[in-house]
């Protein structure tokens, strides 16, 4: 479930016409999915870098084959995983994470939001824990997990849904509370399995009003100064917490996404700024005249902490630090927490960029080498990013003590840049600066400092050139050879030809299309989504290649046009989310957030064993008025590609941990009956789901309100699961 804005209307080039120019030079797969499967390598090609460079193929990324009976569709309102695992859910929002918090109720009455469990769990990290409660990394039966908060529902936090605006303080102060990161010790019982400790001194919630530090080239900065923080130095809280990355030295990145939708802005505001403002607003989401997300802002008791939601010019400074015009700025950071350390000082690492952060990805530690970071910016049309950090990696950090100082060293020093996709396989990292000259120059915006680009990259991108992409999410770097993995969810804003603010088929978003196999009403654009898969010779290059690893499609779906990946059954999918490569399993794990194919299966998990960048070959695509060239990776096999869970009805899977060993995995539910209206009161009968008080957690039973949960699974002889 996501609200994606579409605020780009740069009118970047799609290099659409660039492909079919050069087509005649090119010698093409004419659209022959066949040819494809049949392992056709990648054609020989004057234009590519270094394209003969690739590792072999490596299969599952560990020797791992997929030894688990495929998991079928499901439209049920309970979780389903193959025969011979089990699914257990460890906890959910509402459940008390401090001594003293009286234990979750279904009627809707839970005071103290920011000492309970947090709602709409998204991304998760694994921190392991030594028996005497110390760091460790490779431990496996006591550990910190982080949990993001990525929305609320307000109709089932209210014991009769919320009230209209103007919104009671009681009631928003259990949503801002209830939004932010949980940290939460788990440790196995007797029977070996997890369990989450209520009292445990390491528990931590951070919310939307937790004080955190502006870290970076933009701590201080004018744009950042606020009646808070009139010296632009610290913020309050961290929202729409999306996706996470784990550091390699023990901390949590948590992404601000959208963020934007959470400051209102008066009508009248437009008259208030100047053109640049307005236009950069805009570029974010947040025109004059936009409500809040749950008008928080509308509470009437005047203090600070409601007020603060509403980012218009409401006093008479000329630089802001008498209103909270630059509230906003203060948020749509990768965000850095130390779990280890419940007391540690919150850090927004601005130096990684502003924008809708889904979750990040680090390259391979290397000594000697920078780090560098993938990042997706989820909207639509938007951009992949790349940090790579000033500072080479020193192993010797991975143990070190501080580790937010570790976090400093790394992540607030280095360079920004947005990807541009070429289509014959190759692309570039544009560099967002003041010294790059296309940045600089560029009409539609007068960048102030470099700090104002790390502010707007979204614009600095618009400026340098790069290829808008459909709504990239999470990213994922495969451990055995590189190859990072970036899932583009859907687009509905992506066409044929382009035109009415969409955006035209290109190589790296080649399809748009019709969905015809859905019941409801046809959708269009790229409906099912795809994962695109970069390869870069270091991680400070400035070129990668590319292909595109998946589509998502229905099985069923036109093999020319939309399966191209040759789904079957056991595979289909739609809307790529979260994706990560499992530590302890060494598979691939592919989550969906899907609202295309949810006649037939609620949201799903893949299990992936996927080979090398360019095991595809070329294709090219006859769109009919258009043709478009692309380079994918080969159809999966059944042992490559399957279907490990489905969900419970009107969620998403999204954010997943393991064990060290492979032997737990964790994996969030979020937000299941989310179809249910959330901004009025409804009998339980009308829940869309009832998950997981039907299955016997926590109180309800079968008309329970349904409840963002974390599910740990094992395999019932105890084995690795997957294999
Ligand atoms: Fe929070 Fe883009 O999903
Ligand atoms: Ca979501
Ligand atoms: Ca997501
Ligand atoms: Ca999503």
Known sequence: MNQPEDSNDSGNPTIGSVVRARLRRRQFLKASVGAVAAGLGPLPLAGCVDDGAHPPRSGPIGGSALGFEAVPKSIGDALVVPPGYTARVLIAVGDPLFDGVAAYRDDGDNPGYARRCGDWHDGLEYFGLSANGRPDFSATDRALLAINHEWVSPAFLHSAGPSASPRPASEVDIETAAMGVTVVEIAKDSQGYFRYLPESPFNRRVTTLTEIEVSGPLRGHPKLKTRYSPGGTRTRGTVNNCGTSRTPWGTVLTGEENWAAFFARDAEDAARRTDAENYALARYGRPAGTPQAYQWNTVQDGSDRYRRWNTSVTG???????????????????????????????????????????????????????????????????????????????????????????GTKYLDAGKLYAAGFHEDGTGEWLL??????????????????????????????????????????????????????????????????????????????????????????????????????????????????W????????????????????????????????????????????????????????????????????????LELDHGETKVVTRLGAQPGVSDLKRFMVGPVDQELTGLAETPDGRVLFVNVQHPGVGTPMGSAVRPEGYTS??????????????????????????????????
């Not at 196999?517 to 400035?542: C, F, K, M």
């Not at 926590?698 to 409840?707: M, N, S, V």
């Open 316 to 406: 008479a400074s000329s630089d802001g630090h008498d209103d909270y015009r630059h509230e906003i700025h203060g948020q749509g950071y990768m965000t850095e927490i130390d779990p280890y350390d419940p007391e540690s000082v919150i850090q927004k690492r601005t130096a990684m960029g502003r924008f809708a952060h889904e979750a990040a990805a680090f390259s391979r530690p290397r000594a000697g080498e920078p780090l560098a970071v993938y990042m997706g910016d989820d909207a639509r049309g938007e951009y992949i990013y790349k940090f790579v950090s000033d500072s080479p990696w020193d192993p010797a950090d991975a143990a070190a003590e501080n580790r937010m100082a570790v």
């Open 432 to 545: 967002l600066n003041i010294a790059n000259p296309a940045v600089a120059s560029y009409d539609r915006y007068p960048f102030a400092d470099d700090g104002d680009v790390l502010l707007h990259p979204r614009i600095a991108a618009d400026g340098a050139g790069a290829t808008r992409m459909d709504r990239p999410e999470w990213s994922t770097v495969n451990p055995v050879n590189g190859d990072v993995y970036i899932t583009l969810t859907n687009s509905s804003s992506r066409q044929l030809l382009g035109g009415d603010g969409g955006h035209g088929v290109d190589a790296a978003n080649p399809r748009a299309y019709e969905d015809g196999s859905q019941d409801s009403a046809p959708q269009r654009g790229n409906v099912n989504g795809h994962i695109v898969r970069l390869a870069e010779d270091s991680p400070g290059s400035t070129r990668f290649r």
């Open 690 to 723: 009832h998950w997981p008080g039907n299955k016997g957690y926590g109180p309800g039973g079968d008309l329970a309100r349904p409840r963002s949960a974390t599910v740990m699974i094992t395999k019932d002889d105890g084995g690795r699961i997957g294999s």
């Open 547 to 618: 292909d595109i690893y998946l589509f998502g499609a229905e099985s069923d779906a036109d093999a020319g046009l939309v399966n191209l990946s040759g789904l079957t059954a056991d595979q289909d999918f739609s809307g790529p989310d979260c994706i990560r490569f499992g530590s302890g399993t060494d598979l691939c794990w592919i989550l969906t957030d899907d609202n295309a194919m949810t006649d037939r299966s609620n949201a799903m998990m893949l299990a992936a064993a996927p080979g090398t960048l360019g095991d595809g070959g070329f």
